[in-house]
Each structure stands twice: as C-alpha cells, then as structure tokens.
C-alpha cells in the first residue's frame, strides 16, 4: 500500500504541474501525465479493463485533441509569453500551499464517516456485468456516440462555410 | 412497451441518416414532429393496450429497468408537446434545409434521450441521460455560430460539467455505502444506516450537482445566458423541457424516490426555492432583453417547484408536478411569443419595440394569457397550481414561506404587466407600422399552447382528483 | 467495516480532494479557455479515482469499471464538444482570453 502512497503525491504534482506550467502544450502533456500515473493506480485497485480505457481514451485521445486545439488556435508572441508568465505567476503561486495546507488539514483531522460497506457481489466479471446488467449505459453510449458526430459536423460545417 | 419511447426516436434518426439522403432530408422535420405528436398520443391513452404489453421479442435483446408511473407520464406528455411544438416552430424559423435536418434530427435524439430520464431508475443511467441532454443542448445552443451563442454554450458546459461531476462524487458515495447504484437498493441502505456522516455529504454532493443542472440561484450564472443567446426554437426547447426535465425532474425524482424526503433535505429546500424566486423575479425586472426577461422569470418559477417540493407532504409533491406540468406549457408560450416578435421586428430589445398588439393579434393576445398564468391569475392554469403551492406550505406551517411565495407572485405580474406594456400595448412606433402576424407555424403552436393554459384553468375542478393529487403518492 | 477499510478511504479521500481543490483552482482563476477545460479534465480524473477507490473498497470493482468505461466515452465527447466550441469561439474573436470576449451581463 505504501507504493500506493508514493503513486498519489505523484499523481497531485502531475495535476499541479498540469495547472501550473506555463506554456498550453505543456498543460496538455501534464494532463496527459496525470491520466498516465491515474492508470497505473487503477491497475494496482483491481480495475484493469477500465484502466486500459483511461490511458487509450483519456491519455492518448482527449490529448490529441487538446494538442490540436492549441496547434489550431494562434499562439502569443515571445513577449507577450512572457509577459503572460508573470501575470500567471500572480494568480497561481498560492496554489501549491493552498493545496498542501488542505491536506495537512484533513490529516490531522479524524473525521467518523461511518462507512458500513455492503456485501460483495455475485457477478465478478466485467464484460458480463456491462453487457447484462448495465444494457442501459450501453445503448447511452451509443447513443452520446452518434450525438457527438453531429456536434462534429454541424461545429465544423460552420467552420468551414465562413 | 415503454423501451420503444427510447429506442424509437433513436433508430429512426439512424434511419434517416442512411445513405439516401436526398428523400431523407425533406422526410427528418416531419418524422420529429410525428413522433412527439404520437407520444402525446400515447400518453393521453393510458390505459391503452400499448403500456400493458409484455415485451415480446424485443424484451429478450434488451433488459431496460424502465418504470412509467404517474409522474413520468405527467412528464412524457410534456416532453411531447413541447417537442412538437419546437419542431413546428423551427420548420418556420430555420430556413436553410441542411440545418433544419440537423437540427431534426438532434430533437429527435433528445426525444429518446429525455424520455430515457423520465423513466430510468437507477442513479448512474439517470447521469447517462442528463449527460446525452446536457451534449445535445451545447451543440443546440452553439446552432447559431455567433460568438454570443458560442459563449453561452461553453459557460453551459463548464457548469454542467461540474455538475456532473458533483453527481458522480455522489453517486459513488452511495455506491460505496450500498454497493449498487439501482433507486430502491439506494433507498433500502439509507433507511437501514440512517444518515451518517458519509450518507449526508453523498446526498448533498448528489443534490448541489442538480440544483447546478436545474438553474437554482446561487448556482444560476449558466441559465440566462444560454437561454437567450441561443436560437429560438431552442430556447423554447430549452427553457420548456429540456432544463425541466434534466434539473428539475430530477431532483423531484430523486428527492421523492431515493433520498425519501428527510427533513433536512425539505430545509433546504425551502430555503433555496424561497431565494431562487425572490432573486428570478428582481432580476427579471430590470431587464430589457425579451428573452432574458423570461429566462429570469423562469429561474423564479423554478424555485417555486422547488418550494413546493420542500413542504415535504404529498399535495406539496402533487403541487411541485402540476407546477412543473403549467411551467412547461406557458414558458413555451412566451418563448415562441418571443421568437414571434424577434422573427417580425428583428430585436428582442423590449424598449425599441410598442404596440405590436394591434399588428399581431394573436400573438399579444397569447402572450397576455401566458404572463397572466405565470404570474398566477385567476382562472388560468398558473393560478392553481400557486394556489396548491400555497396551500400544501400553509398546510405544512410554512406561513414565511407562503408569504414569500405569493409576494414574489405579485412582483411576477408587476415585470410581466411592465412587459406587456411595453412590447404589445400602446401606440406602435413608425418603424413597425407595417408589419404582420407571424406565419402559420408559429400561430398554431401559440393558439394550441394558449388553449392548453385556459382549458387546465376552467376544467380543473375535473383533474383535480382524477390526475393530480394522485401525483403525491 | 473494517478499521482499516476506513483509513484506506481516508487516505485516498485527502488525495481525491487535494485533486478537486487544484482542478476548481484552475477553473476559476484561468482566463484561458483551454486552461479551463484541462482543470475540468482535472476534476473528472478525481471522480474517476473516487469511483475506483469505492470500487475496490467495496468489493464491487466489476460494477465499478462498467461505469467509468461508459464515464470515459462520455467525457470524451464532452470534450470533443468543448473543443469545438473554443475554436468556434478563437474563429470569430482570434483570441481565448476571457477578459477580451466577456460581453455577457451577469
């Protein structure tokens, strides 16, 4: 369990670098980065399948997205980088102790959550438990699915008709 | 049979998208308004054979937990008058044929995707559903591609995605303490461990993502803007069922039928809904903007629901339904009223336009009954379902609230009367001295809105037994 | 539950919210469009670990992962959605700072 600890704190300076950086494209590798180490926890919390989801989708597509997006979208200029930076700088450097502090705070505090966890369950299988009992989500994702290519095509059409 | 209310709407945009498009194009405004006509259909006979029949080969592909009780159907009526009334309206407002078969197509998606919310029972479902609804509203909104639209399409996602992620947190909250995320096992294991600690912050975290969704005050910033920059078969889309049905029926659904109504919960309850009205009806009258006005005014009218909701008895909860139901319908009303008025003079701006009454007749006349059942006024549909309001928090000994409830009713008649006089009544300026009445398709939906509004209001002597106090439970 | 169940939570739920804290921090003190939809990325990876850990806790990791997978498409098209509408929005403004593009009243 102490690696599991170790993983954490990486996984928090990853988000923070994510937020913290100053360049786009940096925040989108430290996304990235952050997806990669959340993989490695859900691999070590018995969920491999979905893990596999979160680095294919999360780490790999949403970054490429994203790294597109700021590819598309002009960047700033040299000084006007620079001069962003320090204003950044500004409004961010309180994070990391604000950060720190609220899990020192919550550490030293006992709280009682009275957790009374249920029985566990009868069908161990994944596959079996998505395709039988949670038909619902299936056909919801399918339908976001379709839903999402006309967002595409009526977001782009309007791109390219201007 | 309730799958095919789903799985409907959503093979036949399938179908319509089919390589054949040419014959498709034409075909997709007439399925949408079809189909919300035939679920209307559907759901005036209830009793009829199509609600009773087992599921027969379909049954056996897909094992929905889909429920249709009195408050769904309450619902799925609404979703198809609304529907149709949007995809009567937009076969008027949209005039490029490409963008009216997208734009079908989405409202039939929505269809399946709103009637999906109505009917599941089981939380994380109930978030697939709001999250298709919430996806097909961003690209609705961002129809238009005007820099206006496009900005309150995203402060719409970056809200409703934080929203979804506060229901999530809830969500596996209860998961963790149940172990399933299906309505009645949820409310089994809260009785069972009556609130503790972990239970109260998974039902809060649940509750504040749904007040989020449905536009409640502190968490409104994202309504008006999306509501008045987006076009406007949408907004009367939106503001209609959309939000209703993502926010507000939601909330009834999982206050009522999960978290069991528990008094702290009906506190604050109480408390938002009484600020939520007071801060819709002040915002609503400083604004000059049509649109914006009414979305204000719906944020006001939402917190009535909610008050409703918050007194906890059973006529409260049949009260917050029927609310809901009336809110449906007029809110529709004055946003085509508004599309009527944009589309004809070109501005929603309430000050640059006057007397538009003695050009367009049957829109200012529509638009008086729908204000005066909003702001509850004898005999129309509004002013009984405040009465309930009313009487279910009297009732209750929610005296502060009641007052509350009906001041802010008066302040609601002083914007609308303000309104009133403004765009429809007086003399009308040179500018628009030659306008007319707007088409066909935008006439007949106000005329059937407006008739739905008067006839609830005189026959509701008869409904009242037979449909809507049975709503409580 | 067993004590150290509890403590397990505990100390994941410190992380879970130290997550949360950073992602709202971005959201809110950005002017950047993109820097608000990475802290709202933020945000969901924290829910995704809060729905693994609960998983794991009770047992029920066969539900747990059939939720985050349909979780994941969802955000995923989210996101495309999203984008789209940043570049809409860089396409008319040539700009994706808040400050020059908010016209909006309140």
Redesign the interface.
């Known amino acids: ?1 102490h690696l599991n ?1 170790l993983i ?2 990486v ?2 300076l990853a ?2 670098w ?2 913290m950086t100053r360049s ?1 494209i940096r ?2 590798i430290g ?1 990235a980065a ?2 990669a180490v ?1 993989t490695i ?2 691999f070590r ?3 491999p ?2 893990a596999v ?2 680095l294919s ?2 780490a790999g ?2 970054s490429v ?2 790294v597109s ?2 590819s ?3 960047p700033l200029n040299k000084e006007e980088v620079l001069a962003h930076m320090k204003e950044r700088l500004g ?2 450097w309180v ?1 990391p102790f ?2 720190i502090a ?2 020192l705070t ?2 030293f505090i006992q ?11 009868a ?4 596959r ?3 395709w ?10 399918i ?6 290519v ?10 390219l008709k ?1 | 049979m309730s799958h095919l209310l789903i799985l409907v709407p959503f093979c036949c945009v399938i179908i319509l998208n089919l390589p054949i498009r040419k014959v498709m194009r034409s075909l997709a405004p007439v399925a949408a308004i079809v189909l919300s006509l035939l679920q209307v259909v559907m759901v005036l006979c209830f009793d009829c054979h199509f609600w009773q029949t087992q599921f027969g080969i379909i049954g056996t592909f897909f094992k929905f937990n889909l429920v249709v009780d009195r408050l769904a159907i309450l619902m799925l009526l609404c979703i198809g008058i609304v529907s149709f009334v949007t995809a009567v309206i937009a076969r008027v407002l949209i005039k490029e044929r490409k963008e009216r078969f997208d734009f079908a197509s989405l409202l039939l998606i929505s269809l399946s995707a709103l009637n999906g919310i109505v009917m599941v029972r089981d939380i994380f479902s109930l978030y697939v559903f709001l999250e298709i609804a919430a996806v097909i509203s961003f690209i609705l909104i961002a129809f238009k591609a005007n820099l206006l639209a496009y900005e309150g399409a995203f402060k719409y996602i970056i809200f409703s995605a934080i929203a979804s992620i506060f229901l999530l947190c809830g969500t596996s909250l209860l998961l963790i303490t149940s172990g399933s995320t299906d309505f009645s096992l949820i409310n089994a294991s809260l009785t069972a461990q009556a609130f503790s600690p972990s239970i109260i912050l998974a039902v809060g975290l649940f509750l504040v993502g749904l007040f989020i969704k449905a536009g409640v005050v502190p968490f409104h910033w994202w309504l008006p803007d999306a509501y008045s920059e987006a076009p406007s078969p949408v907004s009367v889309y939106l503001a209609g069922i959309v939000t209703k049905a993502v926010g507000v029926y939601a909330l009834i659904r999982v206050a009522v039928s999960v978290f069991g109504m528990h008094k702290s919960i009906c506190t604050v309850f109480l408390l938002l809904g009484a600020v939520t009205i007071v801060v819709g009806a002040v915002a609503a009258i400083t604004q000059t903007d049509f649109k914006r006005m009414l979305s204000y005014s719906s944020i006001s009218q939402v917190g009535y629901i909610i008050l409703a909701l918050g007194s906890a008895s059973p006529l409260g909860i049949a009260a917050a339904c029927f609310h809901l139901f009336n809110h449906a319908i007029f809110k529709s009303l004055l946003f085509v009223n508004a599309a009527a008025v944009e589309l004809q003079t070109g501005t929603r701006d309430m000050d640059k336009v006057s007397g538009l009454s003695q050009r367009m007749p049957i829109t200012g006349l529509t638009s008086v009954l729908g204000s005066l059942s909003c702001a509850g006024i004898p005999p129309l549909a509004g002013f009984w379902s405040k009465l309930l309001i009313v009487i279910a928090l009297l009732s209750t000994g929610h005296f502060v609230y009641a007052v509350v409830a009906v001041l802010a009713s008066v302040v609601t008649l002083g914007y609308f009367l303000v309104m009133q006089r403004k765009v429809f009544f007086g003399k009308i300026s040179e500018e628009f001295s030659n306008i007319k009445e707007a088409g066909l398709g935008i006439v007949v939906p106000e005329i059937i809105l407006a008739a739905i509004t008067v006839g609830i209001g005189i026959f509701f002597p008869v409904i009242l037994n037979r449909f809507i106090l049975p709503l409580g439970g | 539950m067993s004590a150290s169940a509890v403590y397990l939570f505990w100390i994941f739920g410190i992380f879970i919210v130290m997550l949360f804290s950073i992602g709202l921090y971005c959201i809110l003190a950005t002017f950047n469009l993109i820097r608000a939809l990475i802290g709202v990325e933020i945000l969901i990876k924290a829910v995704t670990l809060l729905i693994i850990v609960a998983g794991f806790l009770s047992g029920h990791t066969a539900l747990t992962q059939s939720l985050v997978i349909t979780m994941i498409v969802i955000e995923a098209v989210v996101m495309t959605i999203a984008v789209g509408i940043v570049l809409g929005i860089h396409k008319q403004n040539k700009s994706l700072d808040v400050r020059k593009i908010r016209s909006l009243k309140g």
């Open positions: 369990m600890y954490l704190v996984l928090v988000a923070l994510t937020v786009l925040a989108a996304l952050t997806s959340l926890i859900m919390l018995n969920s399948l979905a989801f979160e989708v999360c597509l949403i997205l994203f997006t700021i598309l979208t002009q409004r961010f994070l604000l950060v609220i899990g919550l550490s709280f009682k959550l009275n957790l009374r966890l249920p029985a566990p369950e069908e161990k299988d994944v079996a438990v998505l039988n009992l949670r038909q619902l989500d299936l056909l919801g994702q339908i976001i699915l379709i839903t999402g006309f967002g595409v095509v009526i977001l782009f059409r309007e791109r201007k």
